[in-house]
């Protein structure tokens, strides 16, 4: 099996645009240049450890949301068949336009692609999986018409999962840690009744709890590579020693531009998968090492 991870880097003009969370709407302009170093660097990390990336540029400065690929897509492994991608329905209008990059670009890898056709579904960014259950989310951005279009493609055991804000996606409600088998939740930002979903489950014992205030410091936001969780600076320290009690190797990851201002942290910037290997195709020139040097001639 393959770890897939579709990625996109900021480009030369990349800016805040939308504002559309509680970090961005208050932060200062954002150095694109520095983003763009931050990105490089995270996507090294991920390949260092064992995954794929495949990296597409944005066609257009005033695609500012596609480095935020958690909501590109959502690609979905089927046995014996080509992978779906299925396509978000985005809430924010200077992010429609997204997906049709995206699309192109699923279809040369080899997946089927599929749009839920119905409400707002934001992809990646409100789905999870721990011990052989996805967990789909509504409530922040992604509605619950949107949910259900979605969920027809999911196979096997599904929860749906409801959140409200600051948590405006599932990843920053709930975080899977497969490698010490523990769900990290923040009851604080989901309806009462998908804790005791959860709870009844997984078992109570499995689940870490963290605070309101802890998620908006990026405590379920890191992105869990194994053993190694790749985790924002701006993680609290409790957390960072709650993970390491687990077992975990938290590695810092310094993204002032990306997180601090932009509001997404290293889990919101990919799309990931795992995909048999012989069922996709991967285009060279969207390799990390090739759309590296662009990056790289741009460091200065």
Not at 109 to 121: A, F, R, Y
Not at 135 to 157: C, V
Not at 165 to 188: K, Q, S, T, Y
């Amino acid at each position: 099996m393959m770890d897939l991870f579709l990625m996109s880097p900021p480009g030369r003009g990349w800016a805040l645009r939308g504002r559309s969370n509680f970090r961005s709407r208050e932060a200062a302009p954002a150095d694109a240049r520095g983003a763009r170093r931050e990105w490089l660097t995270l996507a090294r990390h991920i390949e260092a450890r064992g995954g794929t990336v495949v990296a597409l540029p944005s066609p257009s400065d005033a695609l500012t949301g596609m480095p935020y690929a958690a909501e590109c897509g959502q690609v979905v492994a089927r046995e014996g068949q080509a992978p779906l991608f299925l396509l978000p329905r985005m809430m924010s209008a200077h992010r429609f336009a997204e997906r049709d990059h995206w699309a192109p670009l699923a279809r040369r890898l080899g997946l089927e692609v599929v749009d839920p056709g119905v409400g707002i579904w934001e992809a990646h960014g409100d789905v999870a999986t721990f011990d052989g259950v996805t967990l789909l989310f509504w409530g922040g951005r992604t509605t619950l018409d949107g949910l259900e279009a979605a969920q027809k493609s999911f196979p096997g055991e599904v929860l749906r999962v409801q959140v409200r804000e600051p948590a405006f996606h599932g990843n920053m409600a709930v975080l899977p840690l497969p490698a010490v088998d523990r769900l990290v939740v923040c009851p604080d930002v989901m309806a009462p009744e998908s804790v005791a979903l959860l709870e009844q489950r997984f078992g109570a014992n499995r689940l870490v709890r963290v605070t309101e205030a802890d998620i908006r410091r990026y405590a379920t936001n890191g992105l869990p590579l194994g053993r190694d969780l790749l985790a924002p600076t701006v993680m609290p320290p409790h957390i960072v020693e709650t993970f390491e009690r687990l077992g975990l190797r938290v590695v810092s990851m310094p993204m002032p531009e990306l997180t601090e201002k932009g509001g997404g942290s290293s889990r919101c910037l990919v799309s990931r998968a795992s995909v048999d290997a012989s069922r996709v195709s991967l285009p060279p020139e969207y390799r990390l090492d090739v759309v590296a040097k662009d990056l790289e001639a741009d460091a200065g």
